[in-house]
């Protein structure tokens, strides 16, 4: 039986439990070198088993619990091909999971995930470089609004500018053809 003040997390020490024990042999039981186990009858261990164990009767969450913890399902090559080694039994590994071998249990754990302090440290680092990198683009684009509403002031006073031009340059052109007009009619009429 596995020490309760151990490291053992409580999935493990359960499943030793569950594996060691005789009377539960003809559901589950040690792999004949006791370097795996074997669920030999599914619906049994499911029905009767994991509600007793667990408190559900999902054998994938059980399989999902086994494969967070290291364990892995022992398939073997027949042909060519990857097959479980009896289609009707169900056989899993774990290196610290071994019949009369109870004091490796402490080594099995359950995996951390993925992401990692170091790597959220450095998250956060790049987060306030984000951060900086964000202001310094807002400092740059409030100063291209101004810009840009300067030069669309500019771009006003010049529009005005030139309409202005434009109203001076016709009525000089009208001034102009009078004062031609005249000359001519003036020459004309001296009889130049």
Request: glycine share 6%; charged share 30%; with cysteine.
């Amino acid at each position: 039986m596995v020490n309760k003040n151990s490291c053992v997390p409580g999935f493990v020490s359960k499943l030793w439990t569950l594996v060691d024990s005789p009377s539960t042999n003809d559901v589950i039981c040690w792999s004949s070198g006791g370097t795996n186990f074997r669920i030999l009858e599914e619906e049994r261990f499911t029905k009767e088993i994991l509600p007793k164990y667990f408190k559900h009767n999902n054998l994938s969450s059980f399989i999902r619990q086994l494969n967070m913890y290291g364990f892995r399902k022992v398939l073997c090559l027949e042909g060519g091909l990857v097959k479980p080694k009896n289609l009707s039994v169900l056989e899993f590994h774990h290196m610290y999971f071994q019949k009369g071998k109870e004091d490796l249990l402490e080594y099995i754990k359950r995996k951390v995930s993925s992401v990692r302090t170091e790597d959220t440290k450095i998250s956060q680092e790049d987060m306030y470089k984000v951060l900086e990198d964000v202001q310094l683009v807002r400092g740059k684009q409030e100063d291209m609004d101004q810009k840009l509403e300067n030069m669309k002031r500019e771009n006003e006073t010049l529009w005005k500018e030139v309409s202005a031009l434009r109203r001076k340059h016709s009525l000089q052109q009208r001034t102009l053809t009078k004062v031609t007009y005249q000359t001519g009619y003036f020459f004309l009429l001296n009889g130049f």
